[in-house]
């Protein structure tokens, strides 16, 4: 007797989604890539475990030659896991947060974020680079870092090195804006909630910015912590438009038989849906707490895992444009943000 279509559609996904034996190898690794990143993040005050973990990955992967019975976990991880991730990001954003803003802070995260996106693009076509790798610094430097970048790997699958790279461009100019921004709150004029939302519209991941606002006070950090979380709440509607331009561009070169990818992807729909959940205030201190810890892992050992498949010796190749580029968006979104604080 034949089993139920309808069944067999529902089963499918969560076949994909379960990892099986042959995983096993590969996650054993990556759990204690994981560990590793955590120690040494923890003593560390300029590395997250993210990037730890991308470090470690890049380090294991180019002095040991893994054996292909690790490949299918290591894989899972940097699919599954990272999607995982960026669902659970959801949960640190409530629609409260945006209406707190107003019309003026909202316009700021919005201009802000698509003029560094859009002219990330724009300088990264002028420099040669790929349209993926420019894909992925525009996201990570107009949404938040590394989770960023991960996400939108998770929908155009580019190349290790150039994932590898976007990271490690997000992480040093968010580094930098730490040392940078505050020097300049002085001679910018700005301070306190002025300070901080500059900081929130201009710096990457949320890590960095709560470093960097909290240099300026409590009121500070307030303010840069909202903005902050208000541009993370766009990175469901930018990465579900990439996948359908994406989609649509697809169709145009197919014949028509090919299978088509969907118009946004679950992963996606999921991170929205968490944010739902979390702006219904349902979930206590704790849940969150608990979601935010489990995110943060499961970021982590996709990232070793991204890390893994990086080859020093291609990442050569790419030269110094990236560098250029990444410079070149963090001037800008910086430029942007501060406009968009004195103007707004």
């Known amino acids: 007797m034949s089993a139920d ?27 204690a890539g994981l560990a590793a990143s955590f120690v040494v993040a923890s ?32 894989q899972y991880a940097t699919r599954r896991l990272l999607r995982g ?21 909202l316009g700021v995260v919005i201009v802000t974020v698509t003029a560094t996106f859009f002219g990330t693009r724009w300088l990264g076509r002028r420099l040669g680079l790929s349209e993926n790798l420019s894909l992925l610094v525009a996201t990570g430097y107009s949404i938040c870092g590394a989770s960023a970048v991960a996400a939108m790997d998770g929908v155009i699958e580019a190349e290790e090195e150039e994932t590898a790279y976007a990271v490690a461009l997000v992480t040093l100019c968010g580094s930098l804006s730490i040392l940078v921004l505050p020097v300049l709150a002085g001679p910018f004029g700005l301070d306190g909630e002025a300070f901080g939302a ?15 606002a909290a240099t300026d006070g409590d009121a500070a950090l307030e303010a840069a912590t909202v903005v902050k979380l208000t541009r993370v709440v766009l990175l469901a509607p930018l990465v579900a438009a990439v996948a359908l331009s994406r989609r649509r561009h697809d169709d145009d070169e197919s014949d028509g038989g090919s299978v088509r990818a969907p118009v946004v992807p679950l992963f996606v729909a999921l991170f929205g849906a968490a944010i739902v959940v979390r702006s219904s205030g349902v979930l206590g201190d704790a849940a969150l707490a608990d979601i935010k810890s489990v995110e943060k892992l499961l970021l982590a050992a996709a990232l070793f895992g991204l890390g893994l498949g990086v080859r020093v010796a291609r990442l050569r190749t790419l030269g110094g444009r990236p560098l250029v580029l990444g410079l070149g968006s963090w001037l800008l979104v910086a430029s942007v943000a501060y406009l968009g604080v004195l103007v707004l």
């Open 198 to 212: 500059f900081v929130g519209a201009a710096v990457h991941d949320v890590a960095q910015v709560v470093a960097t």
């Open 43 to 74: 003593v560390s005050s300029t590395l997250s475990p993210l990037v730890a973990a991308v470090i470690l990955g890049v380090a294991v992967g180019n002095v040991v030659d893994l054996p292909a019975v690790f490949g299918p976990g290591v």
């Open 5 to 31: 279509p309808s069944v067999a559609r529902i089963a499918a996904p969560l076949r994909a989604v379960i990892p099986t034996r042959r995983d096993a190898a590969g996650l054993a690794v990556v759990g």
């Open 85 to 105: 991730g960026v669902i659970l990001l959801g949960f640190r954003l409530a629609f409260a947060d945006v209406v707190e803003l107003g019309v003026s802070g």
